[in-house]
């Protein structure tokens, strides 16, 4: 994601934020300098203030729906107080989507969201949630309301299989062939190792549980308490 931001205040903001998220974050200070990383690489989305110097972000926009290659480039406009009427020429020139300042960072993240995946609608197939849990399996990226979670490997495709079958109870043994696959020859134990820690990432911010243990039974994906 690139993030046009003359303010460095906000840019610092912003950068902490969407890192938080998983987001890979490249910064640009101008308009010049912005196209200039564009054509060098294409990012996911560009955050594009409106009011910057040299070029405004709305010629930016412009010259971006210009380029062939970087043309569907989804662009989110930051517009300060004050500029809402100029909120109708940020969506001439093509813009996906506004955003006023002061914003809160989770008004911004939602609108992140619901743009990418309105402009990609393959990824939002690509998308497993459950509760404030979000899945993307294309960006192979976890999420919480309070952040980005982090997997191992083993751990994230014990979480997809769960999150594929919500509230459904499975056994240790059902767990291994499901996600170490059948011909695996590994102690039941194993998956009270992985499902350990997956539980400490996942809580990891303080939110409910949401693995069930069962006695005897097995583990599910399911608030204990609800
Ligand atoms: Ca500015």
Known sequence: MLVVEDEPALLTLLRYNLEHEGFEVGEAVDGEDALLMIEERIPDLVLL?????????????????????????????????GEESDRVRGLDCGADD???????????????????????????????????????????????ADGAIHLGPTEFRLLKHLLEHPRRVFSREQLLDAVWGPDVFLETRTVDVHVRRLRQALNKGGGADLIRTVRAAGYALDPEKS
């Open 49 to 81: 203030d409106w009011m910057l110097p040299t070029l405004s972000g709305m010629e930016v926009c412009r010259q971006i729906r210009r380029n062939t290659e970087a043309g569907n480039l989804p662009v989110i406009m930051l517009t300060a107080r």
């Open 98 to 144: 506004y955003v006023v300042k002061p914003f809160s960072p989770n008004e911004l993240m939602a609108r992140i969201r619901a743009v990418l995946r309105r402009l990609r609608p393959a990824l939002s197939a690509n998308v497993l949630e459950f509760g404030d849990l979000v899945m993307d399996l294309a960006a192979h990226r976890v999420s919480r």
